[in-house]
């Protein structure tokens, strides 16, 4: 069982930066693919980014791509989604994801799921 607690939402102007992270317990993060999605309201949720369990490689949504960067400590047991130049429509609630298989930008390939943190982007 690993439990995700997400954290660093807000409100943040438009072409401004928040830095998610994700803190995971239970077992250690280092034995998973992490990912980051998003839910807007009235939409389905979807991919965002992921990174393999070591952290070398890494892929976004074009939507995100250049302006968001995930990274992982996992020494830290935490996981982070920087995001630059935000835009009103990155406004969703953001969650964090683990897998115990490769990383996916499939959400059903995801075992275990934060709470969500809230990001509003206003312009």
């Known amino acids: 069982q690993v439990q995700l607690v997400e954290s660093g939402g807000g409100l943040v102007q438009a072409g401004g930066s928040l830095r998610l992270s994700c803190a995971a317990s239970?077992?250690?993060?280092?034995?998973?693919?992490m990912g980051w999605f998003r839910q807007a309201p009235g939409k389905e949720r979807e991919f965002v980014a992921t990174?393999?369990?070591?952290?070398?490689?890494?892929n976004y949504a074009d939507s995100v791509k250049g302006r968001f960067t995930i990274s992982r400590d996992n020494a830290k047991n935490t996981v982070y989604l920087q995001m630059n130049s935000l835009k009103p429509e990155d406004t969703a609630v953001y969650y964090c994801?683990?897998?115990?298989?490769?990383?996916?930008?499939?959400?059903?390939?995801?075992?275990?799921w934060g709470q969500g943190t809230q990001v509003t982007v206003f312009s």
């Open positions: 994801a683990a897998s115990g298989l490769r990383s996916s930008s499939s959400a059903d390939r995801y075992d275990y």
């Open positions: 990174i393999s369990k070591n952290g070398g490689i890494r």
């Open positions: 239970g077992r250690a993060s280092s034995g998973y693919a």
